[in-house]
């Protein structure tokens, strides 16, 4: 089955910094454009940051726009997500998933083929 694998998670104190990676060792969605959301226990899963499939168009959710950067490797096969002045609001199951569909970078519903996930919890 076709699957992204998320890795690099885990426990922070505030204001540190995590970098979470997002493989495709199928090699499958190089030319897709990938998503990183995010879901906090009891709530909807929400979107995080979005990269083009050349790395050319980003976006970022208003809560994390100057803290956290997307980007991908030359091969297209591994987003990354560095996340830095992390916050306990910041505390959530981290997804990645290719843009399958044509319709708004924000909404998960464009996505498909989500991995597992990884957890990062920040501590105040």
């Known amino acids: 089955q076709v699957q992204m694998v998320e890795s690099g998670g885990g426990l922070v104190q505030a204001g540190g910094s995590l970098r979470l990676s997002c493989a495709d060792s199928?090699?499958?969605?190089?030319?897709?454009?990938m998503g990183w959301f995010r879901q906090a226990p009891g709530k909807e899963r929400e979107f995080v940051a979005a990269?083009?499939?050349?790395?050319?168009?980003?976006y970022y959710a208003d809560s994390v726009k100057g803290r956290f950067t997307i980007s991908r490797d030359y091969a297209r096969t591994t987003v990354y997500l560095q996340m830095n002045s992390l916050k306990p609001e910041d505390t959530a199951v981290y997804y990645c998933?290719?843009?399958?569909?044509?319709?708004?970078?924000?909404?998960?519903?464009?996505?498909?083929?989500w991995g597992q996930g990884t957890q990062v919890t920040v501590s105040s």
């Open positions: 199928g090699r499958t969605f190089t030319n897709y454009d």
């Open positions: 998933a290719p843009k399958r569909y044509s319709g708004s970078y924000y909404s998960d519903s464009e996505y498909d083929y």
């Open positions: 990269i083009g499939r050349s790395g050319g168009l980003i």
